[in-house]
């Protein structure tokens, strides 16, 4: 099933339900007309391979590290893993619940937009990913937010607030986050390029356990063409990412 011109649409196969004590805790809502679905993109510049959709899928409902030598698509597959969460989780609302047994009582919360991340070590891989999101998935340049080292604090906290998708190395994203700038229980969906750094005190690791502390409503997606040279190597990137 297509939407649009430039997506294909396929059916999610997971139920939607609410979760009540998350909508009472400010945890970014599913929106469940959306989440019945998610799209994958269609252009005469690359081929639809069965291999990638595969990914993208799993990495969709499970936290997944995806190993694959250059130029074999995990820009792609980084892209749509976070349009759709994106698309799933859009910008934050007052939620209302009531009790069945007292109709009159109503409780509202405020539930936080929810955020997309993508962390990479150097400027070039965070330019290929920017560009992937917005020319292939069509994610706004309004909603984007480029965190460079050059963009201070105050704008940054700013920048948190006002935008939904987010380009930045992990030591921003630390520092963000240990000074109260970025909210983990906003992130939804946090994609680690270069993933092989992801070991002992790198902030990789860092930030991961940080956001942990404060939430588990988040997918990991890791990336990596050398994620490490024997199976205990790879195993510890796996784990410490997950």
């Not at 597959?77 to 009582?105: E, H, Q």
């Not at 997309?116 to 560009?131: D, G, M, R, S």
């Not at 939804?188 to 002992?200: L, M």
Request: glycine fraction near 4%; hydrophobic fraction near 40%; include cysteine.
């Amino acid at each position: 099933m297509e939407i649009g011109s430039h997506f294909f649409k396929l059916i999610s196969s997971f139920s939607i339900r609410t979760d009540r004590s998350s909508m009472s805790s400010g945890y970014p809502q599913l929106d469940s007309s959306k989440a019945t679905s998610w799209v994958y993109p269609k252009s005469d510049s690359f081929a639809i391979r069965d291999y990638q959709v595969d990914i993208c899928k799993n990495a969709l409902f499970l936290n997944t590290l995806v190993c694959l030598p250059t130029g074999l698509g995990k820009t792609l597959i980084a892209a749509v893993v976070m349009y759709n969460y994106y698309r799933w989780f859009p910008t934050g609302t007052y939620c209302t619940l009531f009790r069945k047994d007292i109709p009159s009582c109503l409780l509202t919360f405020h539930c936080y937009t929810g955020k997309v991340i993508f962390l990479a070590p150097t400027k070039p891989l965070v330019n290929q990913q920017i560009n992937a999101c917005h020319d292939i998935m069509g994610i706004p340049e309004e909603d984007i937010a480029h965190l460079e080292g050059s963009v201070v604090a105050s704008k940054r906290e700013t920048l948190w607030t006002e935008k939904r998708v987010f380009f930045c190395t992990p030591q921003t994203l630390m520092n963000d986050l240990t000074n109260g700038r970025c909210n983990p229980k906003s992130i939804v969906c946090i994609v680690i390029d270069e993933a092989h750094r992801a070991t002992g005190q790198y902030a990789y690791t860092t930030a991961i356990q940080e956001i942990s502390m404060h939430s588990v409503n988040f997918r990991v997606l890791a990336l990596s063409a050398t994620p490490g040279s024997d199976a205990r190597k790879v195993q510890a990137v796996r784990a410490i990412n997950f």
